[in-house]
Structures are given as C-alpha cells and as structure tokens.
C-alpha cells in the first residue's frame, strides 16, 4: 500500500516569511496529492490539492508543486500570517473512481512567530 | 449550514460500554468515510461507503460497525470499548476525489 513521509514535524517561522513542507509518497499510480490543514479541535480542512497531470498549483500565499519522478510534493505559504498557525497534513491516493483512499503523512505543526 | 457534522462532539464511557457516533453530510456527496486520530495526532481511514455500500473496509476490529441508512448518512456503531479506542473519530465526505471533514468526535473510554 501507500507510504507517505512528512517533514519537518515541527516548524517555526517568523511573520511574513515562507514556510516549506515536504512530502514523498511510495505508490508511483498515486495521482492526486490533497493537503490539509487542522486547527486546535477542529477537522482538518482541504486547503490545495494536485493532480498528478500538474507540475504545480498556486491559491494565493500558498502553492503545491509536484515531482511526480522524485514522488515528492510540497507545500509553500508565502508572506505567513499567525492564522497559518496550525497542524498541516499532506496525503496521497491512487485512483479508485471518486472512492479514493488516502493515506495521510505524520503532518506538521506550524507555528508563526509574531 | 454545516456541510459535514458529527454527534457528540465529546464522548466519555466506560471499557466494555456500546456506543455510537452520528455523521451527516448536506453536500449531496456520494461517498462517505471514518477516520481515526489518534493521540499522536496520525490520521488513519476506517471505512469508506459509496451509496450505502461499504467500499473500503481497513483492518478494523469487528467491534466497529458502520451503518449507512441513506447517502447522506453514516454512522459508527463501536461494541466493547477499549482503552485504545480513545481517540478522535472524523466523519469525510467527497465527490470526485476531494474529501471534507467534519469537526470530529473525541472518543475517551475510561
């Protein structure tokens, strides 16, 4: 099955700088890369996903880039705000027709420094 | 106007005890999942059900029994709690691949 390695665990950044998180997944037909972000006592919350036809995929401050030879995907937050403060998850999944299962990385707590 | 909610939001019982956790989703979505978060805070799928039928089915004890009585709803039946069912219990929906949560269940068995 999928395999998927999270890191760092921990992460602290000043305001207003970017923060980077990594992911590899196991499974080359995994083809869809989802990432989370789950705030104290709440569910996690889909924020960027990407598919694997795409090299990389832009929201705003934050970006998602694919490797899919490497089979490893990041995330970026750009100009970071104490609201980015958070657990961040990233996930993996191969197609399966809308019925997907993902397998989650050990996920990441960012934490923006005022 | 929740799109994906859960009862209880807090659940306390006894080892040995039956409980039950209730999802339900309003986002017209046909496939609904449990997933597990435990202390570490490691989020592992239980059960996926796609119109009521039981899609994936991860080696679960037999002690945890989903049930979908319509598409918009899937609830967990958990018989003879243990210690290390403590956790926290997420209800997911989706359409075409991208899940949503809802806010979570946390589950102490004493």
């Known amino acids: 099955g999928e395999n998927v390695e999270q890191h760092p665990s921990t992460l602290s950044v000043q305001e207003g700088d970017s923060a980077v998180i990594k992911c590899t997944y196991s499974?080359?037909?995994?083809?869809?890369f989802p990432w989370y972000k789950q705030e104290l006592g709440k569910g996690p919350q889909l924020i960027i996903d990407?598919?694997?036809?795409?090299g990389e995929k832009k929201d705003q401050r934050i970006a998602v880039t694919l490797n899919k030879t490497a089979k490893h995907f990041s995330l970026h937050i750009t100009e970071t705000q104490p609201e980015d403060s958070a657990v961040y998850f990233c996930a993996a999944s191969p197609p399966n027709f809308g019925n997907e299962k993902l397998t989650f990385g050990t996920g990441t707590r960012l934490t923006i420094i005022p | 106007d929740t799109a994906v909610s859960q009862t209880p939001k807090y659940l306390v019982t006894q080892m040995g005890n039956d409980k039950s956790i209730k999802c339900e989703q309003n986002?017209?979505?046909?496939?609904m999942y449990w997933y597990k978060q435990d202390s570490k805070k490691f989020l592992k799928i239980m059960f996926s059900?796609?119109?009521?039928?039981?899609?994936i089915n991860e080696t679960v004890p037999n002690r945890f029994s989903p049930k979908s009585p319509d598409k918009a709803h899937l609830n967990l039946h958990i018989n003879s709690l243990e210690l290390g069912d403590s956790a926290v219990y997420f209800c997911?929906?989706?359409?075409?691949?991208?899940?949503?949560f809802g806010p979570g269940t946390r589950l102490t068995v004493l």
């Open positions: 499974d080359s037909a995994s083809n869809y």
């Open positions: 986002l017209g979505h046909d496939t």
């Open positions: 997911a929906s989706s359409h075409r691949t991208r899940q949503f």
């Open positions: 059900y796609n119109n009521k039928e039981l899609i």
């Open positions: 990407i598919r694997s036809n795409v």
